[in-house]
C-alpha cells in the first residue's frame, strides 16, 4: 500500500522510500524512514494535500510525492 492510499484513523508504518524523489529525501531528512510509524492527520477538502505525522511533527505532503512512500498498516 502507498501513503497516497491511506485512510485517517489507521497507523501504518513505512515499509520503502523512493529516495530519488526530491520531496521523499526531505521527508527523509526529517527522520522519514523505514520501520517509522505514521499516520493521516488531515486531507485537504479536494483530497490534496494530506497531512501526515511523524515523529510529532505534522507535515503536508501532495498524493504525487506520497505516491513514493510504500506503507503497511499496524494492527
Known amino acids: 500500500m502507498r501513503l497516497n ?6 497507523l501504518f508504518r513505512v515499509k520503502n522510500l523512493d529516495c530519488c ?16 510509524e505514521i499516520r493521516l492527520v488531515h486531507e485537504a477538502p479536494l483530497g490534496d ?12 505532503v501532495r498524493l504525487e510525492d506520497a505516491a513514493h ?7
Open 5 to 10: 492510499e491511506i485512510k485517517k484513523g489507521g
Open 21 to 36: 524523489n526530491d520531496c521523499v529525501s526531505r521527508l527523509m531528512s526529517m527522520g522519514l524512514l523505514p520501520d517509522q
Open 49 to 60: 494535500p494530506i497531512a501526515v505525522e511523524f515523529n510529532g511533527c505534522h507535515i503536508s
Open 69 to 75: 512512500v510504500e506503507v503497511e498498516e499496524i494492527l
